[in-house]
């Protein structure tokens, strides 16, 4: 098919990837603009602008499509269909009407559970035992469109948002290759009306460990938040950020270090497996605590 691809993030990476190797004729590629980052504050494409360019393919980033010549110039592409894949702007009805099919979206979860910015944080954070990536024909509202394609996976018991984050891509990337090969063979299929939960954005004002809550809580929590912005806690000042672990036995007054890495939470316990202190890599908790002890209580 002649379509339009828009992305941003490395999540869209291997969609664009999955799509070009399946022969599609990708006419232009949207992508949020260059932001200026690292020590130097150089413009720095995003991860499907580079990727785009490696790939030959032309690459526009507008900042919205509030100019009428931003309109005009995606309705000119002529495109039998666009695949949005965390594009990071809300599309006015002007261009989701413009390909001839519309335009398909990879959505990171089991829809209408988790609508909205940060589904696969939030099914780890709200203790989600599996979650999955759909392919929602777009329309007007916040991920409320109908599903052509839902593909699920089981969410692992120790598993990140990192590492979820990576299967669903690929999962996704599969998916819309196979709707694409069969349109007419995936009909879209209504929302339920029930269940419908919101993904809010990500705040690093929530990323502060609560040890008073449940361990089960607290674990999802840490996974939830791996590798970014990552769940913390104070030590002598500093912030040690945790981004693994998993539950386990013990019980005592919440925050007590029960043994090396073990913390006990308001029930149960939990085991930091991944931690960086300030400044410092990721390391495991041998490593941590070699040279440093954790004081009684954090």
Not at 65 to 85: C, M, N, Q, S, T
Not at 228 to 240: K, N, Q, T
Not at 247 to 269: F, I, K
Request: neutral net charge; charged residues 20%.
């Amino acid at each position: 098919m002649k379509l339009v691809f828009m992305g941003t993030p490395d999540f869209s990476v291997a969609a664009l990837d999955a799509l070009v190797a399946a022969g599609h004729d990708v006419v232009c590629v949207y992508s949020q603009p260059p932001r200026r980052a690292g020590r130097g504050k150089k413009e720095r494409p995003t991860p499907v602008h580079a990727r785009a360019l490696d790939l030959g393919l032309t690459v526009r980033h507008p900042l919205n499509f509030k100019d009428p010549a931003d309109v005009a110039a995606f309705a000119a592409l002529g495109a039998d269909i666009a695949v949005v894949v965390a594009y990071g702007l809300i599309l006015p009805q002007a261009i989701l009407d413009a390909p001839a099919h519309g335009c398909l979206n990879i959505h990171a979860s089991l829809l209408p559970r988790w609508r909205g910015a940060a589904p696969i944080h939030r099914a780890i954070m709200g203790g989600d035992t599996q979650t999955g990536v759909g392919i929602m024909q777009m329309e007007a509202g916040l991920d409320t469109g109908p599903v052509r394609l839902e593909v699920r996976t089981d969410i692992g018991a120790v598993e990140t948002t990192g590492q979820l984050h990576d299967r669903l891509a690929a999962l996704g990337a599969d998916a819309v290759v196979r709707v694409l090969a069969d349109l007419g063979g995936h009909p879209p299929v209504a929302q339920a009306d029930t269940g419908v939960t919101y993904a809010h954005k990500i705040d690093k004002a929530e990323a502060r460990i609560d040890w008073t809550r449940p361990a089960a809580e607290v674990d999802c929590h840490i996974r939830g938040l791996s590798p970014f912005p990552g769940a913390w806690f104070d030590l002598g000042g500093d912030r040690v950020k945790v981004l693994g672990s998993r539950l386990a036995h013990g019980a005592g007054d919440a925050g007590t270090v029960l043994h090396g890495t073990t913390v006990a939470c308001g029930s149960g316990a939990v085991e930091l497996t991944h931690l960086q202190p300030a400044g410092k890599k990721p390391m495991s908790p041998a490593d941590f605590l070699n040279g440093r002890a954790l004081p009684p209580r954090i």
